[in-house]
C-alpha cells in the first residue's frame, strides 16, 4: 500500500511506506454501539455511525457517469492533501493512525528504563532519531570513514572488493542481492542476483525526452552538485562527479529490463551455474564475490536478467576508476543522508518535492517511526499488537477468508471457458492458500544488533547489517514459509506466489475496510473485496504460472491458457483506454495483475456477501439498499486526492491504476452493479453486457 503501494503484487520483496493519526488511540475502543443476540443496539446518547455517509458524496453526479464521483465526490472536494503529503485518501487516513500509533509507543518506551531490551532497543532508536541537536553537530562525520575507505580504492579488483565489504555492511550499491526460494523448487533457498544501481524511480526517467522528464533529470543533476557540496567539494569538482553520476546511471538504466517485462516470471527466472554465470562477466569472478559477500561454496545463482549483467561488466570494464569511486561516494552519501544532519535532509527534499511534487517535510517522528517499523519491525510490532489489535478481529477476518474461499471455489466450478481438468488444479491452488493474518506467529528477535542513544546512523548501520546476515542466513535452511513480508503497524495486503499465502497486516482491519459494528455489506465490499482482490493474484497473468505449492510450473492446458489471455487481454486494453494529467495514459499492461485482482476480487466478494442475511435482503438503510451499501463500500475505500507530480511518477512505476480506475473499472464489467444503480445505455461507463469482461 510509496509511493502508495497498495495490494502489494505478487513479487513484492519489501515495503517502504508505513502507516499513520491522532485519534486512532485503540482500533475497537470507544464504539458506538454494542451487540445483544446478534443484533447492533445503540448506546443511549451516542448518534448511530454512518459507514456510508451520503454527506461524502456528490449526488449530482449520475451514477453512471462517473462511480466514483458519485460515491466521494463531496469527500474530495473537503479533504484537501496535506502540504507534507502527495496524496491523501483512505489509506492515508489509516496511515496517519498506525504512525499515531507507533509514535505513542515509542515515546512510552523512551521513558521506560526497567522493561527489558525490546523497549530499550525501539526507545533508544527513536530517542536518537529525534536527537536533532546531535545530529546538526556531527554533520557528516558519520561516513567520513567509509568516504576515506573508497578514497583508498585504485583499481577496479579493490572495487569489487569494496562493493562486497560495504554490501555485508547493509549498504548494497549497483545491483540487488538476496537469498530467496527457487521458484522451480521451492523448498531450497538460492542466491539471487538483480538489477538495480541507478536513484531514478525508474529507467524511463534516464531515457524519455518529454519535458517532464528533462526536468527533473535537471533537477536530479542540481541535487546531486548539491549534495556533493555538502561533503565539502569545490563547485567544479560537484559538477564534474555529478556529470559523472548522470553519465553512469543513464548507462545502467539502458542496461535494465523495462518494468512490464520484469513481470514476467519466467524472463526473470535465469538458473545458472556460478561459473557458468561468470562467463557471461569476464571481468567479475562470482566464486569470488559471492566468498565475499559470506555465500561461499554456493554453486548455482538465480540472475534476473543475464543481459543486465553482461552491459554492467562492461561498463565497469570502460569506466575510469576515478569514476567508479564517484559513484560508490555517491550510493555512501545517498543512502545516509535521510539520517544525517538538517542541511543533508533537506537537500534530499528539495529534489523530493520536484520528483513528487510534495509540499513541506514529513514531520521527523513520522519518519523515524516508519524507520523502526521498517528495521526492527518485530520489535515494534509486538508493542502494536499488544495495544492496538484484538483477538476477535482475527477471528472475524478467518471466517471473511473461509467466506470468499467458498464464493472462489463455487466460481472456478462454474467457469465457461475452462475445462474440468485445469478446475481441478485451480480448486487445488485455492484451497491451498495459507492465510496470515495480523502479525507473525512468532517474532523476529534481532540478536547482535546494538542500539544506541545517541548515535542515529550507527543504529541504522547495525539493523540493516542484521537484517543482510539474516537473509543470507537463510542458505542452507529449509524455506520459512511462515515469515512474513509487511509489518503489522503496515495498511496493506499481499499475495506470494511462492508461498501461495495472502497477508493482512493488523493496521488494514480497520474502516473503511472492516469494522466489527458495521453492516455485511460494507465489510464485504471493503475488506472482503480485499481478500478477493489477493486471492486473484494467484490466478492473474502473473501468479497463474505458479502451482498449489507456489512453484513456477505450467499447470494449465493450452486451450486454457489462451482462453485466459483473450480475456485478460480485454482487461490490459480496457485500462489502457483510460488518460490521466495531459496525455500520460493507465499502462494497461503495467497495472493487468492488480486490474484482474480488483475485478476478480469485487466479483467473488459480491458473491460472498449474497449469502449473508444482508446480501438476501432488500432492507435499506440510510437510503440504500444492500446491493448499493456493497458498492459504495468499494468506492470509498479508493477516494483519494493526489498531486499530479506524484500522479506521473506512479503511472510510470506503480502496477497499481489510479484511483478513479479502479473503482470505475471494474465496476463497468459487473452485472449486479448496473442493477444496483439502474444503469442505463447512455450512460458514460454503460457497457452493453456482451462486452462486459468476465475472468473468474
Do not use: C
Amino acid at each position: 500500500m510509496n509511493k502508495q503501494l497498495i495490494f502489494l503484487s505478487a513479487m513484492t520483496i519489501a515495503v517502504s511506506v508505513k502507516a499513520t493519526d491522532g485519534t486512532a488511540s485503540r482500533f475497537y475502543r470507544n464504539r458506538p454501539s454494542y451487540t445483544i443476540e446478534g443484533s447492533k443496539v445503540p448506546r443511549p446518547g451516542v448518534p448511530p455511525r454512518k459507514f456510508i455517509d451520503p454527506q461524502n458524496m456528490d449526488l449530482s453526479v449520475k451514477p453512471g457517469d462517473n462511480f466514483y464521483q458519485y460515491a466521494n465526490g463531496n469527500w474530495i472536494r473537503t479533504n484537501p492533501i496535506p502540504a507534507s503529503k502527495t496524496s491523501w485518501g483512505s489509506f492515508n487516513e489509516l496511515r496517519e493512525k498506525s504512525l499515531d500509533a507507533m509514535k505513542s509507543l515509542l515515546e512510552e518506551a523512551t521513558k521506560t528504563t526497567t522493561r527489558g531490551r525490546l523497549y530499550q532497543m525501539v526507545g533508544d532508536y527513536y530517542t536518537s532519531g529525534m536527537d536533532s541537536v546531535t545530529l546538526e553537530k556531527r554533520g557528516f562525520d558519520p561516513i567520513k570513514s567509509d568516504l576515506a575507505r573508497i578514497d583508498k580504492v585504485n583499481n577496479k579488483a579493490l572495487f569489487l572488493d569494496e562493493l562486497a565489504y560495504q554490501r555485508t555492511q547493509g549498504n548494497g550499491m549497483l545491483f540487488g542481492f538476496g537469498v530467496t526460494p527457487d521458484r522451480k523448487n521451492v523448498s531450497k533457498y538460492l542466491p539471487q542476483l538483480a538489477q538495480g544501481g541507478t536513484t531514478l524511480p525508474d529507467r524511463d526517467y534516464y531515457l524519455k525526452n518529454d519535458a517532464r522528464s528533462q526536468k527533473i533529470r535537471d533537477a536530479y543533476h542540481d541535487n546531486l552538485v548539491s549534495m556533493f557540496a555538502l561533503i565539502g567539494e569545490e563547485p567544479t569538482q560537484a559538477s564534474q562527479d555529478a556529470d559523472v553520476i548522470m553519465r553512469m546511471e543513464t548507462a545502467i538504466a539502458k542496461a535494465q529490463m523495462p518494468r512490464v517485462e520484469m513481470r514476467d516470471p519466467y524472463k526473470t527466472y535465469n538458473k545458472l551455474t556460478v561459473s557458468a554465470f561468470s562467463q557471461k562477466t569476464p571481468g567479475i569472478s562470482w566464486a569470488d564475490q559471492l566468498t565475499k559477500y559470506g555465500a561461499k561454496g554456493q554453486d548455482t545463482v538465480l540472475v534476473q536478467s543475464p543481459a543486465f549483467f553482461h552491459s554492467l561488466d562492461s561498463l565497469l570494464t570502460a569506466t575510469p576508476i576515478e569514476d567508479l569511486r564517484t559513484y560508490m561516494r555517491w550510493n555512501i552519501l545517498k543512502n545516509a543522508a535521510p539520517y544525517l544532519s538538517d542541511a543533508f535532509v533537506q537537500q534530499n527534499f528539495a529534489f523530493t518535492k520536484v520528483l513528487t511534487g510534495q509540499k513541506e517535510q514529513t514531520p521527523r517522528w513520522q519518519r523515524v517511526s516508519s524507520l523502526i517499523d521498517g528495521t526492527l519491525s518485530d520489535l515494534l510490532g509486538q508493542l502494536y499488537v499488544q495495544s492496538y489489535f484484538k483477538p476477535e478481529a482475527k477471528q472475524r477476518m478467518l471466517a471473511l477468508v473461509d467466506n470468499l474461499e467458498a464464493s472462489y471455489k463455487d466460481h472456478i466450478k462454474n467457469l465457461d471457458w475452462m475445462s474440468e481438468d485445469t478446475k481441478k488444479k485451480a480448486l487445488v491452488k485455492l484451497l491451498a492458500f495459507k492465510r496470515k493474518i495480523g502479525y507473525p506467529d512468532k517474532w523476529k528477535v534481532y540478536e547482535g544488533v546494538v542500539i544506541s542513544r545517541n548515535d542515529f546512523y550507527g543504529n541504522v548501520k547495525s539493523a540493516n547489517k542484521w537484517q543482510y546476515n539474516h537473509v543470507l542466513g537463510r542458505l542452507g535452511k529449509p524455506v520459512d514459509r511462515t515469515e512474513w513480508g509487511m509489518t503489522p503497524p503496515t495498511v496493506n495486503a499481499q499475495y506470494s506466489p511462492v508461498n501461495n499465502d495472502i497477508s493482512f497486516p493488523a493496521a488494514i482491519l480497520q474502516f473503511p475496510f472492516f469494522d466489527f459494528d458495521a453492516d455485511d455489506a460494507v465489510n464485504y465490499g471493503g475488506i472482503g473485496a480485499v481478500i478477493g482482490h489477493e486471492m486473484t493474484h494467484g490466478f492473474d497473468d502473473s501468479g497463474r504460472q505458479y502451482d498449489a505449492d507456489g512453484t513456477l510450473r505450467d499447470w494449465w492446458s493450452k486451450d486454457d491458457a489462451t482462453k485466459f489471455k483473450e480475456r485478460a487481454d480485454k482487461v490490459r486494453d480496457q485500462f489502457f483506454g483510460f488518460k490521466v494529467l495531459d496525455s500520460i495514459k493507465v499502462n494497461g499492461q503495467l497495472t493487468l495483475g492488480e486490474n484482474l485482482a480488483d475485478l476478480g476480487g469485487l466479483a467473488i466478494a459480491y458473491d460472498a456477501f449474497k449469502k449473508t442475511p444482508q446480501g438476501k435482503s432488500k432492507t435499506k438503510i440510510d437510503g440504500f439498499t444492500p446491493d448499493q451499501r456493497f458498492f459504495l463500500s468499494w468506492a470509498q475505500v479508493w477516494r483519494s486526492n493526489q498531486l499530479p507530480e506524484s500522479t506521473a511518477q506512479r503511472i510510470m512505476t506503480d502496477p497499481h491504476a489510479p484511483d478513479v480506475y479502479r473503482v470505475n473499472g471494474p465496476l463497468s464489467n459487473i452485472d449486479a452493479w448496473y442493477q444496483a444503480f439502474a444503469i442505463q445505455p447512455g450512460d458514460k461507463l454503460y457497457k452493453p453486457k456482451e462486452q462486459r469482461i468476465k475472468v473468474w
